[in-house]
């Protein structure tokens, strides 16, 4: 693979991980400022565009983009160490991104 290829990766990798991060931290948001399921929901879809604004979405969406990110740094890594903070990070907001599923259904 070309410098250019890994830089790009990389990049997108960033991107995925600071969407993934965004998202939790609007939804943890919106969860702590809300009482109810039913207004938390509405609260948060009204953050996205009307194109995207599905439950299914914005839950399998986050999981995909980090997925990828994941697999990509822990690839990457060369170290043992980095793929072990690779993989725990990953495990960190997996464990978010259920935490928001569940209580979004």
Do not use: H
Not at 6 to 28: E, H, N, R
Not at 59 to 71: C, R, T
């Amino acid at each position: 693979m070309s410098s250019n290829t890994k830089k790009f990766l990389t990049f997108i990798a960033l991107l995925c991980i600071i969407f993934v991060l965004a998202d939790i931290f609007l939804w943890v948001n919106v969860a702590n400022t809300y009482e109810t399921e039913p207004e938390m929901c509405s609260a948060y879809m009204r953050y996205y565009p009307d194109t995207i604004r599905n439950t299914q979405g914005l839950v399998l969406f986050p999981m995909i983009l980090l997925i990828f990110a994941s697999l990509y740094f822990i690839r990457s890594a060369r170290t043992n160490f980095a793929k072990i903070v690779g993989a725990t990070f990953a495990v960190l907001l997996a464990i978010f991104l259920l935490w928001k599923m569940f209580s979004f259904y």
